[in-house]
Every structure is written in C-alpha cells, then in structure tokens.
C-alpha cells in the first residue's frame, strides 16, 4: 500500500479510506420544469397513443417556444409516469442484406396492399405507393371490395403524375411490389412501362425485400386504424384522406431525423 501511495502522490491514510469507504448511490434524477415536460407529453399522448418516446420527443421539438428536449430525457420522464409503450417482441428471423431505402427521393417507389377489416364485416382494400427515400405515401386507391390490376394501375398513373404533373416520368423510376396477382399480371407491367417506371418485384417468399412497405403497413394500422371509427366501410373511405394527409404532413419518422416525409422532402429541394 505505501508503495502504491508513493506512486500515485497521495497520502496512505487517505489511500486507505477511499478504497475502504462505501460508494455513495445516486438518488433518482429530475429537473425543475419536468412537470411542465410532462403535461405536454401527456397532451401528445392522449392525442396520439401509439407514439413511442421518439416520436414524442420530434413533436416536442417542433412546437416553438418549447423547451429544446433530448429523447433521453424524454424517455426518463414518460418511463417515471409509466406512459411508454410495451416493447415488442418477435420471434420471426428475416435475415435480408439489400436495401430498399434510396438517396434521394424518385429513384424508387415501393407499393403493397392491405384491408382494413370494418366492426360489422365489411372490408376496405387499400394500395398506395411510397417514396423509398422521403417516405411521402405519393397516392393510395381504395374500395370497399379487391383490388385488381387496373386499380394498380390507376395509382402509377396518380403517383407519376402526383410527383412530375405528367403522364410518364422524365427518366426511368423503380417500381418494386410483390408477386401479388395485380401487380405481376402482363396488362398492369405494361402499362408501368409505359408510364415510364422499372417494374420490380420481390424474390418468392421474401416480404422483407420490400420491407419499407410493410413497415408502413404496421405503422398506418396502429396509428390511425386501431384508434379510430372503423364500423363501416363508408365510415373508413370517409377518414382515409385525413389518415394519409396526417402521415405525410405530421407523423415523425425516426429514419428522416423525426420529420414527416413532406418536411423532410422540402429540406432536400432547398
């Protein structure tokens, strides 16, 4: 012990009583206007139930004249009123390398379908086609009943025309879906090619080749459809435009730095 004291400079007796002494334990931390962090969480919260605390924290960061936050802290504060969400846990493996995300927005559009099962039955069959970049939802179909491969192509015809005013591309898009009927059938694949899109589709039994698509499948379901009105299939048509357009303008997303898609595509065109 004196040796060690002698190296390092520093009395024994005071050596002693640091390695001897107990460490002290840290009582729970808390800020002084974390109350008030957490009024406006909670407001969030009841409006939007389905948001994690990352979400939260990029609507936090947006209003003005609020108090910057870091997700840390708005993780501690929502886990100390018991406000996160469950974590969810699968046990399905989908080991995949590629990668559908692109560097900058029209290199490549992904689309998929789902239904939206109504309270009393009915059914709303829904397409849409997202930018694989920007994440903008660009154009959805829906009907109350299956779609079809003129549906399909009714939404390249919209998403084309959504992002260049026009009936064909200036140069080649990437069109990736799945092997669905709709999508595969010659008279939908021409027509793409006549809009000027690179119709893709994923390899057999590989949904996460198009994972983007999935993923916003899940998302749109939890945040809009398990939270609202869905007795009918009127009732459901009536509140897609809303759901989308809320999507678009105001759902953080995590993979765009908690911006929706549309600000995140305004801060690429400047």
């Given at each position: 012990?004196?040796?060690?004291?002698?190296?390092?400079?520093?009395?024994?007796?005071?050596?002693?009583?640091?390695?001897?002494?107990?460490?002290?334990?840290?009582?729970?931390?808390?800020?002084?206007?974390?109350?008030?962090?957490?009024?406006?969480?909670?407001?969030?919260?009841?409006?939007?139930?389905s948001y994690?605390y990352?979400?939260?924290?990029?609507?936090?960061?947006?209003?003005t004249g609020?108090?910057?936050?870091?997700?840390?802290?708005?993780?501690?504060?929502?886990?100390?009123?018991?406000?996160?969400l469950?974590?969810?846990?699968?046990h399905?493996?989908?080991?995949?390398?590629?990668?559908?995300?692109?560097?900058?927005?029209?290199?490549?559009?992904c689309?998929d379908?789902?239904?939206?099962?109504?309270?009393?039955?009915?059914?709303?069959?829904?397409?849409?086609?997202?930018?694989?970049?920007?994440?903008?939802?660009?154009?959805?179909?829906?009907?109350?009943?299956?779609?079809?491969?003129?549906?399909?192509?009714?939404?390249m015809?919209?998403?084309?025309?959504?992002?260049?005013?026009?009936?064909?591309?200036?140069?080649?898009?990437?069109w990736?879906?799945?092997?669905?009927p709709?999508?595969?059938?010659?008279?939908?694949?021409?027509?793409?090619?006549?809009?000027?899109?690179?119709?893709?589709?994923?390899?057999?039994?590989?949904?996460?080749?198009?994972?983007?698509?999935?993923?916003?499948?899940?998302?749109?379901k939890?945040?809009y459809?398990?939270?609202n009105?869905?007795?009918?299939?009127?009732t459901?048509?009536?509140?897609?435009?809303?759901?989308?357009?809320?999507?678009?303008e105001?759902?953080?997303?995590?993979?765009?730095?908690?911006?929706?898609?549309?600000?995140?595509?305004?801060?690429?065109?400047?």
């Amino acid at each position: 012990m004196s040796h060690i004291a002698r190296a390092l400079g520093v009395s024994r007796p005071h050596l002693s009583s640091s390695l001897s002494a107990a460490a002290k334990t840290r009582g729970p931390y808390s800020r002084t206007d974390d109350e008030a962090v957490l009024a406006r969480i909670r407001a969030i919260v009841d409006e939007r139930p389905s948001y994690g605390y990352r979400r939260v924290c990029g609507l936090l960061k947006r209003e003005t004249g609020h108090a910057r936050v870091n997700h840390k802290r708005v993780y501690r504060i929502m886990k100390d009123a018991d406000l996160l969400l469950s974590r969810a846990r699968s046990h399905v493996e989908r080991p995949h390398e590629g990668r559908v995300i692109t560097l900058r927005s029209d290199m490549r559009w992904c689309s998929d379908m789902f239904e939206i099962r109504c309270w009393n039955g009915e059914r709303v069959h829904v397409a849409f086609s997202l930018d694989c970049c920007d994440r903008e939802a660009i154009a959805w179909v829906a009907k109350p009943h299956h779609l079809d491969g003129t549906d399909v192509c009714d939404l390249m015809a919209q998403t084309v025309d959504a992002r260049f005013s026009d009936d064909r591309t200036p140069f080649p898009v990437e069109w990736l879906s799945d092997n669905g009927p709709p999508y595969t059938a010659g008279t939908t694949r021409a027509f793409g090619s006549s809009c000027g899109l690179l119709v893709r589709n994923t390899p057999a039994y590989s949904p996460e080749s198009n994972g983007m698509a999935e993923s916003f499948v899940k998302t749109f379901k939890r945040d809009y459809v398990y939270l609202n009105d869905v007795s009918d299939a009127e009732t459901v048509l009536k509140q897609l435009p809303a759901w989308f357009e809320d999507y678009d303008e105001v759902a953080p997303h995590k993979g765009l730095k908690m911006n929706s898609p549309r600000m995140f595509r305004a801060q690429q065109q400047e």
